[in-house]
């Protein structure tokens, strides 16, 4: 008799932000935004995901605040690897994982907090690079504008790879602490003495080797270089994907990538973001997604959309069908997010009002609305399909939202045996089922 294959386990990521992914939560009643700035708000959510069992909690970042966005709700607040440092003593087991810019940081800098992060939290820290988005972030650094695509995705690549040299050069074998010796027996320590095109950083880092040796890496770029980028070193992928056959053919270019350049496909875990709105009934929980849709000023969607598009969308009739848009090729901004809003323009046909409702909650986001039941189905159809190894959940409302979804949804798919009951680790690698990364040989 053949036996069947055991069902892949699902990863569960929370993607942490503001008072919620919809850009009217904070206008909804009772919302949190009173208590951005309120450390045991950050540290609850922690809690609350950790208690769902997810594998990490995640923060964005950004490096500037423009005045549209600072009317339009809460951007940018306390600082991401301040808020993790915090998190990681206030839960014991979930995984803590900041953005950093490979354009705006130091990878000396970098790799300095994310090993003491790692120390912190005994081997739970991962890293987000990313290249930024906007020239209003270059001023705010001494630029008078981001260096052209090619140039960002270059430097974050000589970015990853002085960080990974850093976190190798103090192996914690060295430490001694000899009362009648040495401190550190200074011959195993491994200074990079790198030189490249964007850095020169001689170390060896001043923090010893973290427990996961290196931190967990995320990425989340979906331009060509992007990809590149992703496929050379990423474990872990942050993705834009409005729909399953989009996801699934992203998944399956970066899995081909990395193919081709002598990885294990299989250690590369691609996670869609994820807007739930669950409730008992699919009927309910379109009322709830409508209530948010209704608080949103028409104004504000538009600004998005224009950002989104790299055009002003300000005059555009709201009940006419979207104008066309420049193909992907021709378009110089964020390629990720322009592509999942042709994408949806191109699937579904939306008029401008209808578009804007569709990226209130996520900007565009892979969307399920309805019961835990018919969440689950969702969520494992992907997964089972190949378009997802699991998903970064972008909740609608926070907490209320990510509360109902580990309340709620969690539960049906630990019952289906698609997710841990328990954590079987401590470290975010032994969470994601990610290899062992092994300390570097000395010298």
Not at 217 to 246: C, K, M, N, T
Not at 411 to 435: A, C, D, M, N, S
């Amino acid at each position: 008799m053949r036996i069947a294959a055991p069902r892949r386990q699902v990863r569960l990521n929370l993607f942490a932000h503001a008072c919620g992914h919809h850009a009217a939560a904070w206008r909804a009643p009772g919302s949190s935004v009173s208590r951005l700035g309120d450390i045991t708000y950050w540290e609850g959510l922690a809690r609350i995901a950790e208690r769902g069992r997810l594998d990490a909690i995640f923060l964005a970042d950004g490096q500037s605040i423009a005045p549209a966005g600072a009317e339009r709700g809460p951007t940018w607040f306390l600082e991401p690897i301040t808020v993790l440092t915090a998190m990681a003593r206030a839960t014991a087991r979930i995984g803590l994982v900041t953005t950093v810019s490979s354009t705006f940081w130091d990878p000396f800098h970098a790799a300095r907090l994310l090993a003491s992060l790692d120390h912190i939290s005994h081997g739970r820290a991962g890293i987000n690079v990313v290249t930024s988005m906007t020239d209003a972030e270059a001023r705010n650094h001494g630029m008078p504008a981001l260096p052209d695509h090619a140039k960002r995705y270059a430097t974050a690549g000589e970015f990853i790879e002085v960080l990974q040299g850093l976190w190798d050069s103090w192996p914690a074998q060295s430490i001694l602490a000899d009362p009648e010796g040495v401190y550190v027996d200074s011959s195993l320590l491994r200074p990079p003495q790198h030189r490249g095109q964007s850095f020169e950083v001689a170390g060896p880092l001043n923090v010893p080797t973290p427990p996961q040796v290196r931190p967990v890496l995320f990425q989340a770029g979906a331009s060509e270089p992007g990809r590149d980028l992703a496929a050379r070193h990423a474990e872990g992928i942050y993705a834009v994907a409005w729909d399953l056959e989009s996801a699934r053919a992203y998944r399956s270019d970066i899995r081909a990538r990395a193919a081709a350049l002598g990885r294990d496909p299989e250690t590369i875990a691609v996670m869609p973001g994820l807007v739930v709105h669950v409730a008992s009934t699919e009927a309910e929980a379109r009322r709830i997604r409508a209530d948010l849709d209704s608080r949103l000023p028409v104004a504000d969607s538009l600004r998005q959309l224009s950002f989104f598009i790299g055009q002003d969308a300000s005059g555009w009739e709201l009940d006419a069908s979207v104008p066309p848009l420049p193909p992907l090729e021709e378009f110089t901004g964020p390629k990720g997010r322009y592509a999942t809003v042709l994408r949806i323009v191109d699937s579904v046909r939306p008029t401008v009002r209808e578009l804007l409702g569709l990226l209130a909650a996520g900007g565009g986001h892979a969307t399920v609305i309805g019961t835990p039941e018919s969440v689950a189905d969702e969520i494992e159809r992907w997964v089972d399909a190949g378009a997802a190894d699991g998903f970064n959940l972008m909740p609608p409302t926070l907490p209320g939202g990510i509360t109902d979804f580990v309340d709620q949804v969690v539960p049906v798919l630990q019952r289906r045996g698609r997710f841990r009951r328990e954590y079987e680790g401590t470290t975010l690698r032994e969470h994601l089922r990610l290899p062992e990364v092994r300390p570097a040989t000395s010298p």
